[in-house]
């Protein structure tokens, strides 16, 4: 069974539409990432929730807004795309963000491309 | 500010030999440290992590030193395998957010 799972792994769309990526994790872990990774390979946090909560929020344009629906989904959705939205985006999750517990462990990501 | 980095971007190594591949991170508050694989396509796959209390941990074939004077933290791979050709990252963790900082990654490739 894949433990993180992301949906859908390609996205072709074209600029201005309205977008959503889904995570799940079946791990049992309270808290949940989003990463984006850009076409130099680096990875970068975008946001994270624990339990439902957000405690992380990088500085990432508001068209792009969470939703955790419970703690084994996390789901990101982007409006209004831009050109430079193109890139690989991983969702993680860990036991926690804390206390030894921190351990990430990641999708298999998705792979957007914005015309 | 905060920075992870890696001394190289490209490792090229004979399938049989070791790999040590180095990384530099810049805050001096990071208590968690945190390695990752990641082949073509896939996502970041974890291998091994060490917290600031440690200096060496080993796992499978594989060494993480962390060196906390000079802010320095290096995976060994131990008997190179053409299955060990992927890119790798190293992350630094500060704070209780959980919030990981990546490093550039270095490109490991193993000849037969």
């Known amino acids: 069974d894949t433990a993180v799972s992301q949906t859908p792994k390609y996205l072709v769309t074209q600029m201005g539409n309205d977008k959503s990526i889904k995570c799940e994790q079946n791990?049992?872990?309270?808290?949940m990432y989003w990463y984006k990774q850009d076409s130099k390979k680096f990875l970068k946090i975008m946001f994270s929730y624990n339990n439902k909560e957000l405690i992380i929020n990088e500085t990432v344009p508001n068209r792009f807004s969470p939703k955790s629906p419970d703690k084994a989904h996390l789901n990101l959705h982007i409006n209004s795309l831009e050109l430079g939205d193109s890139a690989v985006y991983f969702c993680a999750s860990s036991p926690d963000g804390s206390g030894g517990q921190e351990t990430q462990y990641f999708g298999p990501g998705t792979r957007l491309l914005v015309l | 500010g905060e920075s992870v980095g890696l001394h190289l971007p490209t490792l090229s190594v004979q399938e049989g030999d070791n790999s040590i591949i180095n990384c530099a991170y810049s805050n001096s508050a990071s208590d968690y440290f945190i390695w990752y694989k990641q082949e073509s396509g896939k996502g970041p796959q974890f291998i091994i992590d060490i917290r600031s209390n440690m200096d060496k941990r080993q796992g499978q074939r594989v060494t993480v030193l962390l060196n906390k004077t000079v802010k320095h933290l290096s995976l060994q791979i131990a008997a190179t395998q053409p299955g060990d050709s992927a890119v790798y990252f190293c992350?630094?963790?500060?704070?209780?957010?959980?919030?990981?900082?990546f490093g550039q990654g270095t490109t490991l490739q193993v000849k037969p």
């Open positions: 791990l049992g872990h309270d808290t």
């Open positions: 992350a630094e963790k500060a704070g209780n957010t959980g919030k990981l900082i």
